[in-house]
């Protein structure tokens, strides 16, 4: 137990240490240059502690907020797997909204895939479909200095998941802001941390837009979500 309470210390201390760098190369940016990653990293960091004070029960919200009109426009990230096709026919039949779905790629899609999956987000009904190439500024602007810090969450295994969600969840900000919807929706369920990066983003964001997550809500399992999708064709 003591030798586990050294490893976090030594974690806390290395992760410190790369926030501090991190923030330092940030400042030193030249001018004019893009906003990076980091400026949006830094900025999640300083809404953390604001939004936990203030949305104490942040995770429930979404069950008693307001139902939105029908036609509204949603923005649903989508990957092309079981949770988000569920999405995309509830949303459209269910709920009547305008389902705008958005891939964001850091890497782990071929061409053939994304066109594959681009197909599947049609045929399910959405109103658009947007892929985003996120590759290279996902390592140039994340990955590259978790490797360069050799971050390792329980000194074990790259933060590299957990950093994707916030590239992810970054760009499925900027399109609901670009298409003016009036919602964003992911598939997330409630178990794992996938749900709270997603929100944690999407509340400091974009914070007047309503977040829809319809497995976690409805508390469904695969066996439902299968056969809601099989009666639906």
């Not at 990293?41 to 979404?62: C, D, I, R, V, W």
Request: hydrophobic share 35%; proline share 2%; with cysteine.
């Amino acid at each position: 137990q003591e030798k586990s309470k050294v490893y976090e210390r030594l974690l806390r201390f290395k992760q410190w240490r790369l926030l501090k760098a991190l923030k330092r190369k940030a400042v030193e940016g030249k001018a004019g240059k893009p906003k990076s990653m980091l400026h949006y990293f830094f900025n999640f960091l300083k809404g953390f502690q604001t939004f936990y004070k203030k949305n104490t029960t942040s995770m429930e919200a979404n069950i008693s907020a307001k139902e939105l009109q029908k036609g509204a426009k949603v923005v649903l990230g989508f990957s092309g797997g079981l949770d988000t096709s569920y999405c995309v026919k509830y949303l459209t039949e269910e709920k009547g909204y305008e389902v705008h779905s958005i891939i964001v790629n850091t890497g782990g899609f071929t061409e053939s895939e994304l066109k594959d999956i681009e197909a599947h987000a049609y045929n399910l009904g959405v109103k658009t479909h947007t892929t985003i190439d996120a590759v290279k500024g996902y390592y140039d602007r994340i990955i590259k200095y978790l490797i360069f810090g050799n971050v390792l969450k329980n000194n074990t295994y790259p933060l590299s998941v957990s950093a994707e969600r916030l590239s992810q969840a970054l760009h499925i900000a900027e399109h609901a802001k670009a298409l003016g919807a009036q919602a964003v929706a992911h598939g997330s369920t409630g178990a794992g941390n996938d749900q709270v990066r997603f929100d944690m983003i999407f509340h400091i964001m974009i914070p007047g837009v309503e977040i829809i997550t319809p497995i976690r809500d409805l508390k469904l399992s695969r066996e439902q979500e299968i056969e809601y999708l099989k009666s639906k064709g």
